[in-house]
């Protein structure tokens, strides 16, 4: 059931390991769509370097490659963001889980008598 | 460097990060984490591997059944484990929990990530202390 979807937030969180290649999905979620030259001219590395950052991105099946006209534009695939932040939010859930009861254990042993 | 006192740990990595201030000292906190008996009364149901590094075992959670391998112990202040659903062992994460000394007792520190997010992840079992230090 979740385990499809934690290997999916694993993709995910692997790709963005990297510092550029966060800065390149923050400015996608921010444009919607933008060409390799375009991404290059708005962060501080080379168009070389983005376009690997692009490639590694479409791997992991974060980002897909649209063609317009002589260009090909990129955009971010919105579905393995929100595996990501399933993940996040049902492994803090469980995190919660564990240190309420350990709190509730810790008030046990404080009641006297 | 430790995970759980990176700050920028939830950006870099976007990791999962929860803490507890417990009222005792370091000394008197470190079985709730050191002693698997004591791992079963708040953090897993069953807990199959001993706290010691290269240690492993299957943990039963309310979820289901993981498998575990411990990868660092710090007596008296940190454990970190590997652990995964055997039906998806690609969904590996990494779990350290860390014990810190604050004014009103001691804080309990539980970081979890998963392990492809870390740049340069050991593989094997007993890849150890460094992992803290990755980056």
Same mark, same amino acid.
């Given at each position: 059931m979740s385990e499809q979807r934690d290997a999916v937030a694993g993709a995910v969180f692997a790709a963005l390991a990297d510092p550029t290649r966060r800065a390149v999905v923050r400015r996608l979620s921010q444009v919607g769509s933008a060409t390799a030259s375009s991404l290059a001219a708005e962060l501080p590395v080379t168009r070389q370097a983005i376009a690997k950052h692009l490639v590694a991105l479409r791997e992991a099946g974060l980002v897909v490659a649209d063609p317009v006209g002589r #260009?090909? &534009? %990129?955009r971010l695939t919105p $579905?393995? %963001?929100a595996d990501a932040m399933g993940w996040m939010a049902? @492994? =803090? $859930? &469980?995190?919660? #889980?564990r240190l309420a009861r350990l709190e509730g254990r810790l008030a046990e042993r404080a009641t006297p008598g | 460097m430790e995970l759980h006192n990176d700050p920028t740990l939830a950006e870099e990595y976007l990791a999962v990060r929860r803490e507890l201030v417990l009222p005792f000292t370091r000394e008197e906190a470190w079985p709730l984490l050191g002693d698997p008996a004591e791992l079963e009364t708040w953090f897993a149901d069953e807990v199959g591997f001993e706290v010691e590094e290269g240690a492993s075992g299957p943990v039963r959670v309310a979820e289901g059944e993981r498998f575990a391998v411990v990868e660092e112990v710090v007596e =008296? &202040? &940190?454990i970190s484990f590997r652990w995964w659903d055997p039906a998806e062992?690609? $969904?590996? @994460?990494l779990v350290e929990m860390t014990l810190d000394d604050v004014a009103d007792g001691t804080r309990l520190v539980v970081v979890e990530l998963p392990? *492809?997010?870390l740049p340069a992840a050991p593989a094997s079992? =007993?890849? =150890?202390? *460094?992992? !803290? !230090?990755t980056r």
């Open positions: #260009e090909v &534009r %990129f $579905a393995p %963001f049902s @492994t =803090g $859930a &469980r995190w919660d #889980e | =008296g &202040r &940190r062992p690609d $969904a590996e @994460t392990v *492809q997010s079992p =007993g890849g =150890g202390p *460094q992992l !803290a !230090a």
